[in-house]
Nanobody, 119 residues
């Protein structure tokens, strides 16, 4: 069983920055691709960013956040981060961390953290 706990959300003005953290426990997640997703009110959950596991380190971003958001991981801390810069009101959403399972390991989701960007 894996537990993912997000933190770092909050209220920020447009143009500001936030850093989200996703701390994993119950299993080392270094080998797994980890992702960030977000869900705004009345909308479906959407992909934001992902980072490969097992030392690959390749990163992937949604077009809407490229150049503004950076995903990273600290394997020693079993934690994934999302640095969000130049935030826009359209970034307002609940942000979720996801472990993308494979083999016998299912996907795991965190409980989410609210990000609100005021204009």
């Amino acid at each position: 069983q894996v537990q993912l706990v997000e933190s770092g959300g909050g209220l920020v003005q447009a143009g500001g920055s936030l850093r989200l953290s996703c701390a994993a426990s119950g299993r080392t997640v270094n080998a797994y691709r980890m992702g960030w997703f977000r869900q705004a009110p009345g909308k479906e959950r959407e992909f934001v960013a992902a980072i490969r596991g097992s030392g690959g380190g390749n990163t992937y971003y949604a077009d809407a956040v490229k150049g503004r958001f950076t995903i990273s991981r600290d394997n020693a801390k079993n934690t994934v981060y999302l640095q969000m810069n130049n935030l826009k009101p359209g970034d307002t959403a609940v942000y979720y961390c996801k472990l993308e399972g494979w083999g016998r390991t299912p996907d795991y989701w965190g409980q989410g953290t609210q990000v609100t960007v005021s204009s």
